[in-house]
């Protein structure tokens, strides 16, 4: 099925001068101004599914190369930033001839959330096609492919952070996490030594090659870093799963980038958990900010759901209060697993039976 498309053509000659030389600046630059549609891996089960992403009228252009430069690199981040929200655009997702709409909020954000009604959907990763509509005429004038993953039956699914947790970054020391982020790429940046091991490990449990096990990695990171994440995790083959970030930012807040952005991930793990609540999860993440806390809170509201708990020891000194919520994990029934190697995370994992 294939909305029609409409193209925007200018007569007028001075504005068509312009158009170049904005484009030429936009090219160095390494932007665009058309509509772009963002759309994020979504999830589902076997009724109902949510995806979500972004409208934009400027965003960056995909890499054509990676560099190991330290100005390109530092122009390439800044690059992500540069964005600016489509807000107010309807939306619409087409998939197995069945439409649903969404609107975009002031941040250009969107989200579909729908029943599939008595048609149960198979298992696996599944396709569809997002439009966007425009305002006056109703015409398409961008799409973007979607990909929702439906979780095969297994015996766990995984929640895992990004930073600090499989992604080396420095969370905790302002001074080198600013040189990661401006000297590194996304095929540069190095996971910790056994975390891509680990985590092939625990997604393969079920024995079906088809049939991994689910991941989602929730993090205080904004949506803008998704692509550059998204790299690095297929670059080191870690498990395909569903990304679930934090809010978009601008070039302004590009340095506060990751940081005091955790208020909403309870409330990300916690809309997972509930979409599917017969599932066994395992959280993984690490020391540097709030994942104890958080995930001790989550055992607390979900303690028939959480089997175990990950958290990588990255900081040099350990903080008394990352203490308490282990301990406090590990009263309420949990396994818990407090690791500087994720060689010590493995046997672990074989030693309760998440790893056979």
């Not at 619409?92 to 649903?100: E, F, P, Y």
């Not at 952070?161 to 302002?174: G, K, M, N, V, Y």
Request: glycine share 4%; charged share 20%; hydrophobic share 40%.
């Amino acid at each position: 099925m294939n909305p029609e498309t409409v193209n925007i053509i200018s007569t007028n000659p001075k504005a068509g001068f312009f158009k170049k030389i904005q484009k030429k600046f936009l090219q160095i630059l390494g932007l665009t101004n058309k509509p772009v549609i963002r759309v994020y891996n979504g999830y589902g089960n076997e009724t109902s599914c949510i995806l979500f992403g972004h409208t934009l009228q400027l965003s960056p252009l995909p890499p054509k190369k990676y560099t190991s430069n330290f100005l390109l690199n530092i122009l390439a981040l800044l690059r992500l930033f540069m964005v600016k929200p489509l807000p107010d655009i309807k939306l619409s997702l087409i998939w197995q001839n069945r439409t649903v709409e969404a609107l975009s909020d002031k941040e250009g954000f969107f989200r579909f959330e729908f029943e599939w009604g008595m048609e149960k959907i198979a298992h696996g990763w599944h396709k569809a096609e997002v439009y966007m509509h425009h305002k006056k005429s109703n015409k398409v004038i961008a799409q973007a492919t979607a990909n929702i993953m439906v979780p095969y039956p297994s015996q766990y699914a995984f929640i895992s952070d990004i930073d600090d947790t499989f992604l080396i970054s420095h969370s905790a020391h302002l001074r080198k996490r600013l040189y990661v982020l401006l000297t590194k790429n996304a095929r540069s940046r190095r996971p910790f030594d056994g975390v891509v091991k680990h985590y092939q490990l625990l997604s393969k449990t079920t024995g079906q090659a088809a049939a991994i096990n689910p991941f989602f990695y929730v993090s205080s990171s904004e949506w803008n870093l998704y692509n550059y994440i998204h790299a690095f995790s297929a670059q080191h083959i870690l498990p395909e799963g569903v990304y679930l970030l934090n809010k978009l930012k601008t070039i302004s807040s590009v340095f506060k980038t990751g940081q005091n952005n955790h208020s909403t991930k309870f409330m990300r793990i916690a809309r997972i958990l509930e979409a599917y609540p017969t599932q066994q999860f395992v959280l993984l993440g690490d020391d540097s900010q709030e994942d104890p806390t958080i995930y001790a809170a989550i055992v607390s509201y979900f303690p028939q759901q959480i089997f175990c708990v990950y958290i990588r020891h990255v900081l040099k000194k350990t903080p008394q209060v990352v203490l308490t919520k282990i301990r406090e994990i590990k009263i309420a029934g949990t396994h818990c697993c407090y690791f500087f190697h994720s060689a010590e995370a493995i046997l672990h994992s074989k030693q309760i039976g998440l790893i056979v």
